[in-house]
T-cell receptor, first 111, second 113 residues
């Protein structure tokens, strides 16, 4: 089934540094979304990028999409301790329009 | 705007017992999803509703799991009988439109002993 896979599985950085995580998928998509999940909480939507878009920004977040490589990246600039969370990409493929999640990247930002 | 409400937040049962989870989506959201999230993994779709009709339940273990969405609003997910491997967080999400942003509840954490 269509599923995005995040890389790396875990990332540990210092406050103020940038964090980059990647998502790869296997088949053509309608759109790709990034979500954040704090420990013990539900998922929170960050950004949705459509298949005909290449880049989107939201505050300190920058998402790129390369459909030729079937990959996306999420960049968090000037990270803060509060950014510590798991980050998931979700893709929906073809006519299903059902978001399918990867295993996520666990980000730890040290103060 | 009120978010997606789920209850109970935590539930501990013994194997072979039954359990039910409830979800109230955001008002006006026609699409409702139930996901299962096992520790250390991403959410896995169990069932998707569009209003009160089922769109996809291909990954729902129908011998023990059932779900309904009466009147196209609230939804319940039931497990009977529970197995040890059902220990997970059950997440409910809703969206205004198909292929749009999902709004998640806080989840219901199930422990099966």
């Amino acid at each position: 089934s269509q599923q995005g896979e995040e890389d790396p599985q875990a990332l540990s950085i210092q406050e103020g540094e940038n964090a980059t995580m990647n998502c790869s998928y296997k088949t053509s998509i309608n759109n790709l979304q990034w979500y954040r999940q704090n420990s013990g909480r539900g998922l929170v939507h960050l950004i949705l990028i459509r298949s005909n878009e290449r880049e989107k920004h939201s505050g300190r977040l920058r998402v790129t999409l390369d459909t030729s490589k079937k990959s996306s990246s999420l960049l968090i600039t000037a990270s803060r301790a509060a950014d510590t969370a798991s980050y998931f990409c979700a893709t929906d493929a073809g006519g299903s329009y059902i978001p399918t999640f990867g295993r996520g990247t666990s980000l730890i930002v040290h103060p | 705007e009120a978010g997606v409400a789920q209850s109970p937040r935590y539930k501990i049962i013994e194997k072979r017992q039954s359990v039910a989870f409830w979800c109230n989506p955001i008002s006006g959201h026609a699409t409702l999803y139930w996901y299962q999230q096992i520790l250390g993994q991403g959410p896995k779709l169990l069932i998707q509703f569009q209003n009160n009709g089922v769109v996809d339940d291909s990954q729902l273990p129908k011998d023990r799991f059932s779900a309904e969405r009466l009147k196209g609003v609230d939804s319940t997910l039931k497990i009977q009988p529970a197995k040890l491997e059902d220990s997970a967080v059950y997440l409910c999400a809703s969206s205004f439109q198909v292929s749009g942003e999902l709004f998640f509840g806080e989840g219901s954490r199930l422990t099966v002993l």
